[in-house]
């Protein structure tokens, strides 16, 4: 359990689930808007996207000659619009996460927030979040592609690394650090994605259905009402984070009191009839008189 917000041990299952809504609660809006204008600037973007790129439309009753001079064309726009729609989410996207992160550790640490700030300090580590991004995103499909299982395992492995790269330092170090911190822990970690993918799955799926009531402005209003429940991920990591890292701190070891009396100094003794502290070359103590040892 923890004390107030702060985290003083490791937390159970159930524990991190209500520590997460617990924290998402209290700065609610700051996490709404964070996610709802990173979410509207993906949205315009990829529609603005999706309108620059003109996809052929099918020809009705083609021949197959015609179907293969329009399957090119096809692929090619839906191939463009696919790839500029994940640059922009890749690019927009850390500096939401980042601060979300950001947000839920001062208010774990220090229970107070700054959005500004937060934005401001995902912002300064841009570059890493990029850089590591990229490299765990390339080992877990390599893993994925290898077989399942080890995929699985190495997005479980790497699942921490963008806490450590803004709670901690940012480099590469946050690769061998998420690992430390998830070791020993491994079905625990995978049992708590279960838990919030199943959520973040439904909330999606509701929030799919809703924005088709949008029309032509779906993809915005998917992205805008998106930003509801995107924020439970980061959240959720930066409380598994700090639950693990009280997990694997070295015990505090208290400190033995220091007893009051005198200090004893080189070259004295002890009088072993009254205790008083005399110079070893003393053949009698100077305080109660009784004859010193040789």
Known sequence: MSKGKEI????????V???????YRLDFLKYIILFVVLEAVIGILTSLVRSAIVVPARPVNATPQQLLSWLPGYLGALTA???LTLIITFVVYPIAYGGTVKLAS????????????????AFSRIIWLWVVGIVVGIIVLLGFIALVIPGIILAIMFS????????????FRSLGRSRELVSHRWLKTFALFIV?????????????????????ASTIASSILSAFYLPLIPIMLTVYYYSNSVRIAPPQMPQAPTAPGTTFQAGMKFC???????????????ACGSKQPA
Do not use: H, W, Y
């Open 81 to 83: 619009i696919v790839a």
């Open 17 to 23: 689930f209500s520590k997460t809504f617990e924290l």
């Open 272 to 286: 072993p009839s009254c205790g008083t502290q005399i110079p070893t070359e003393a053949t009698f103590c100077p």
């Open 106 to 121: 001062e208010e774990l640490v220090k229970g107070q927030t700054d959005l500004g700030a937060s934005v401001r300090f």
């Open 196 to 216: 919030f993918g199943i959520i973040v799955g439904i909330a999606a799926v509701i929030v799919s259905e809703i924005s088709r009531l949008f029309g032509g």
């Open 8 to 15: 003083t041990e490791e937390l159970s299952l159930g524990d």
């Open 160 to 171: 921490l690394v963008i806490p450590v790269l803004i709670i901690e330092s940012p480099g």
